[in-house]
């Protein structure tokens, strides 16, 4: 959808991708031996090395000790699902392309191959920057905090929508909050056929959850001041809004 509102003081594709890998909970890996899901079984170091317990009857094992040392043999998938119910609940996908070495028990991944799919389109990330990014200050607590906006300030998640440029609203049936980090709260404006992402930049940046607080309580105090916008319309129940 070709919103106006521009996406600004957005985080850089290798701390995105860190953030990713930090928030998610469960991976996917694809190999020689095929595919396998696994659910809160990888770790990861500051540096961004994946560390995954699998189980001994795993074809995982037998791959990383019979692949060719230091050729690429396995995908690692990450999915960044919004917390919020919203159309489209993928907000990106990170690929980490690499090999398997035994270490202490578990199974470390070595990446030569950094891939983050955001909705612009598919980024290369350089390993180099991958390992010394961290992850967004916000990126663990952020399922916690959309899903507390979205479930019991509904009234300030549309007061919020004054200060986004009135084009981005024409037909919205239903806004929620998609995403937030330090640099700012990202809004997702349903239509009833349609949908589209706006995001709200902080004056300066959140470093811990107190700080993206007194963040916020600036946005409120900014949409306050704000001309109002014209209420959302009445969401549709017979069509596939």
């Not at 992850?135 to 300030?153: F, G, N, Q, V, W």
Request: glycine share 6%; net charge negative; charged share 25%.
């Amino acid at each position: 959808m070709g919103d106006s509102q521009a996406w600004t003081a957005a985080p850089p594709a290798a701390e995105r991708a860190r953030s990713v890998l930090a928030a998610a909970w469960s991976c996917a890996v694809t190999g020689e031996g095929g595919r396998e899901e696994f659910v809160g079984a990888h770790t990861v170091t500051d540096n961004g090395r994946v560390l995954v317990q699998v189980p001994e009857d795993s074809a995982l094992n037998a791959a990383a000790i019979c692949a060719p040392r230091g050729e690429p043999s396995a995908v690692l998938e990450f999915a960044d699902v919004a917390p919020v119910p919203v159309r489209n609940r993928i907000r990106a996908r990170l690929w980490l392309a690499g090999y398997f070495v035994p270490e202490d028990g578990q199974l470390a991944f070595q990446a030569t191959r950094v891939v983050l799919r955001p909705p612009s389109g598919a980024v290369v990330v350089a390993l180099d920057e991958f390992a010394a990014a961290a992850p967004d200050p916000l990126a663990t607590a952020e399922a916690r905090l959309l899903t507390h906006l979205a479930d019991c300030h509904a009234d300030a998640v549309e007061r919020l929508t004054r200060l986004v440029d009135h084009d981005s609203l024409h037909g919205a049936v239903r806004v929620q909050p998609l995403a937030v980090d330090r640099q700012g709260l990202t809004l997702r404006i349903e239509r009833n056929r349609t949908h589209g992402d706006v995001r709200l930049p902080f004056h300066k940046p959140a470093d811990d959850v107190g700080q993206l607080t007194e963040r916020m309580h600036v946005l409120l105090t900014q949409a306050s001041s704000a001309s109002c916008q014209r209420p959302l319309q009445r969401q549709r129940t017979d069509g596939d809004g």
